[in-house]
């Protein structure tokens, strides 16, 4: 149902102007999937603002679920919830004009066979939106659209109810006259009575058809017994069925939870759809005895609209000019049918054709069938004939089409005669011919066998040549590619050994450049070590001078502290001190240097050297 929705197939447009939706009935009623089907239509109608959108869920959710699961029993519990027709709380009107479900549904009859069914929404009636004319139109139209025609009201059945119907079915049974068929102008009215205010009825098992066959009983006021025989001369069924008050929840808040509703109500509200949807009550639309397609809707619907528009005072006549004019157009468009599948028949018999007045028995006794037919179904003479009378201006327009077709076939049966004929007696020139020419063909097949052995021969001898050549060519070509071979064999060990060379040297050369780099690495770091070396020693000999300088320049008397003899060693100004020789008289003053560290010195040297 995600797809799914209502649409709009008639709308309102203003007072006494309903315009058709065409576009909507063809996708709608068009549809492959159910053109052809027989159709039974629900229709529903009431005041406005009374909750007629949402009873018709009822009847969506039973359909959804028959067509998906035909053979599984419907159940509604606390989980399901009712959606589709849209309704609301409030003052203002949901539903303005004519509304259709965009799905028509496919389920089984009692016979087995498959129907559709239609669920069609229509505009609240009896408003202070709407005049008393388009209320009565727009009822009239959804009893005329439908096979199933539900009124709903509320708390009971009282004689203002019934009125409502008065506008368009007074004249009932003046409008179904000529109609043929039950006589009846409608099918099926079905009351529903909300908010019931009898127990005594809610409680019975049949209760609501009960209350609605006793409230259209007999009565001795002649008006009100007036809108009884109206209804039951309009109407080929009647049902009744009365609910309780569904809950606070729907009134007040409209909801669409089962789970919100009134147990009671929920039940009542199964077994009405289950009994107007069952098998056995399933009543497809009809005018007169026509039965209506889905298709014939298309049609249907802008002729009762067009007839509405045109006769906006007289609703009742525009139900008779409408279902008149249709019925009637539609057996004559049927019957038109059956003709030309009766003569094409015929044709299939006489494939060769026939004479003229053999095909004028067999269109009359065509039409004779058909005429036969068309009396026993339909019971009212004048329909009768005026349907044949119709059809015989039809035919009229059909049966030269057989007639030209007779002669057509004629004429094509005497070519394919002559045809034949010609064809013999052409075989026989032909076969004379044939011999002569198969004389003269012999001669030249043998002078061409004689030329083409000749041209073999002589082709023999060239692809034999050929070949030699070719064998010669191809033999010096392969010496060429072996010699070819042989010498970039010969190149590529050449180039091998050229390259092994290459890479032996190049091994051997990097080899003594990293030996000579080595080399000169070790002779670098030599050098470098003697070089430091050597600068080390000539800065410790001139700092070794520059301090004996210094000390001889600037350092006050040296502060003897004692002399000893020396021992035999001596060393430098810079602390180090190696053995020497002395006469072993010399001697050593000790003394404190500007740095206040005491050093020794030879006297006689001047040297500095170890202590005692």
């Known amino acids: 149902m995600v797809n799914d929705f209502a649409v709009q197939i008639v709308e309102h447009y203003g007072e006494n ?12 009623y068009g549809n492959t999937r159910v053109s052809n089907l027989p159709l039974v239509v629900l229709c529903i109608a009431g005041a406005a603002r009374k ?94 659209f439908s096979s199933v025609m539900c009124f709903n009201v509320f708390t009971d059945l009282q004689e203002d109810k019934l009125n409502d119907f008065t506008a368009f079915i007074e004249h009932g049974k003046k409008i179904v006259q000529n109609l043929g068929g039950s006589g009846k102008l409608f099918q099926n009215l079905v009351f529903i009575i909300r908010d019931f205010c009898f127990k005594k009825y809610l409680d019975e098992e049949n209760g609501g058809q009960k209350y609605v066959e006793k409230q259209l009983g007999d009565v001795s006021n002649k008006d009100l017994q007036k809108v009884r025989d109206n209804l039951k001369e309009s109407y080929e069924r009647m049902f009744g069925f009365v ?32 009994t107007l949807l069952s098998q056995k009550n399933l009543q497809t639309k009809t005018l007169g005895s026509a039965q209506i397609l889905c298709k014939d809707m298309i049609d249907y619907i802008p002729l009762c609209v067009k007839c ?57 006794d065509r039409f004779t069938i058909i005429k036969k037919e068309i009396s026993k179904r339909i019971k009212d003479k004048n329909v009768s004939s005026e349907i044949v009378e119709k059809l015989a201006e039809e ?50 097949k043998r002078e061409h066998e004689a030329q083409q052995e000749k041209e073999r021969q002589a ?33 590529r060990i050449e180039a091998e050994r050229k390259h092994e060379e290459e890479r032996r040297r190049q091994a051997e050369e990097t080899a003594r450049i990293r030996e000579e780099a080595e080399r000169q690495r070790r002779e670098n770091e030599r050098r470098q070590a003697e070089e430091t070396a050597r600068i080390q020693r000539e800065n410790e000999a001139r700092i070794a001078k520059l301090e004996l300088d210094i000390l001889r320049a600037y350092t006050p008397p040296p502060i003897y502290l004692q002399q000893y003899p020396n021992n035999g060693f001596h060393g430098s100004n810079n602390g180090d001190y190696s053995s020497g020789h002395s006469s072993g008289n010399d001697e050593i003053i000790t003394f404190v240097n500007s740095r206040g560290k005491i050093q020794h010195r030879n006297k006689a040297t001047g040297q500095y050297c170890k202590g005692p």
């Open 459 to 491: 082709h023999a001898k060239r692809e034999a040549e050929a070949a030699a050549k070719l064998a010669q060519e191809k033999l010096e070509y392969e010496q060429k590619e072996a010699k070819l071979r042989e010498e970039m064999e010969k190149q």
């Open 243 to 274: 609910f309780p008050y569904p809950g606070a929840k729907v009134a007040q808040e409209k909801t669409s939870n089962i789970s919100e509703m009134d147990q009671i109500f929920v039940k009542k509200a199964k077994k009405m759809v289950e």
């Open 17 to 28: 102007n309903f315009i058709v939706k065409k576009e909507a009935l063809k996708e709608i």
């Open 308 to 364: 509405f528009n045109d006769h906006p005072k007289f609703a009742p006549q525009a139900v008779q000019t409408v279902n008149r004019e249709f019925m009637i157009n539609l057996e004559v468009k049927r019957a038109i049918k059956f003709y030309e599948s009766l003569m094409d028949e015929t044709f299939i018999k006489y494939k060769t054709g026939c004479e003229n007045k053999k095909l004028m028995e067999k269109h009359n």
């Open 51 to 144: 909750g007629k959108s949402f009873m018709l869920n009822f009847f969506l959710d039973y359909l959804n679920h028959k067509e998906k699961f035909p053979n599984k029993s419907w159940n509604l519990n606390e989980t399901t919830r009712l959606n589709g027709f849209d309704f609301q709380d409030g003052e203002d009107r949901t539903t303005l004009g004519i509304w259709a479900w965009n799905h028509v549904f496919i389920i089984e009859s009692s016979g087995g066979k498959k129907v559709a069914v239609s669920l069609i929404d229509s505009q609240g009636t009896f408003d202070k939106s709407t005049s008393y004319e388009d209320c009565s139109a727009i009822f009239a139209m959804t009893s005329m």
């Open 395 to 444: 035919i009229k327009c059909v049966f030269p089409k057989y007639q030209e077709k007779n002669v057509l076939i004629i004429e094509n049966e005497k070519k394919r005669l002559d045809l034949i004929k010609e064809k013999r007696n052409h075989g026989a020139q032909l076969a004379q011919k044939n011999a002569e020419t198969a004389a003269k063909l012999e001669a030249q």
